[in-house]
């Protein structure tokens, strides 16, 4: 299944800009012309409206918008799923920043080796805000992130799912009580 055309179509309605999208996805803005094209031919109704402002999404792109990003997670999700190693029983997908590597990440590496063997481990870095994108796409199964303050509002209103999922540490301070966001 090829969704690129589908990530270009969510790149653009995100940044509303074809220009935009294309830096994003290392592409040159006609490849992204092109698959946004292409995509619109094969619904038959426009997505963007186009101005000299940028683009805005059509009605019909507000109502494939959440499709569209539901059938790339998906498609990436399934991807991931099946992808466990030999010798594995299943696959943990992990993000963390890479500043908490060296101090939180390593350890407990080392410790889930020593207690699931046969788990493998996809692990990538990321910023904050990111990791918590991840998990509540479906493209983490955890997280390890320090969110100073709050969870960033944006996480929790493209993915209100996230607030049931994530807890946090509280400060020096207000330690004896645990808090969730």
């Not at 409206?49 to 059509?58: A, F, I, N, P, Q």
């Not at 046969?118 to 904050?128: H, I, K």
């Not at 209100?160 to 509280?170: A, D, K, Q, V």
């Amino acid at each position: 299944m090829d969704t690129e055309n589908l990530r270009s179509f969510l790149e653009v309605a995100e940044h509303g800009s074809f220009t935009v999208a294309a830096s994003r996805l290392n592409l040159a803005q006609s490849t992204v012309s092109a698959r946004i094209r292409g995509l619109e031919e094969q619904l038959g109704r426009r997505l963007f409206v186009r101005d000299r402002d940028g683009v805005t999404l059509t009605p019909a792109g507000r109502q494939f918008l959440p499709h569209a990003s539901s059938i790339t997670r998906t498609w990436e999700q399934s991807r991931q799923d099946i992808a466990v190693p030999d010798g594995y029983e299943s696959l943990l997908r992990f993000t963390a920043p890479a500043y908490l590597w060296d101090r939180v990440t390593s350890p407990w590496i080392a410790w889930m080796r020593a207690q699931r063997p046969n788990v493998a481990l996809r692990l990538e870095g990321s910023f904050p805000d990111l990791a918590i994108d991840q998990l509540a796409q479906g493209c983490s199964t955890s997280a390890f992130s320090i969110c100073r303050g709050r969870i960033p509002a944006s996480s929790t209103r493209r993915w209100p799912s996230i607030r049931s999922c994530l807890s946090s540490i509280p400060r020096r301070q207000d330690r004896g009580r645990r808090t969730t966001s």
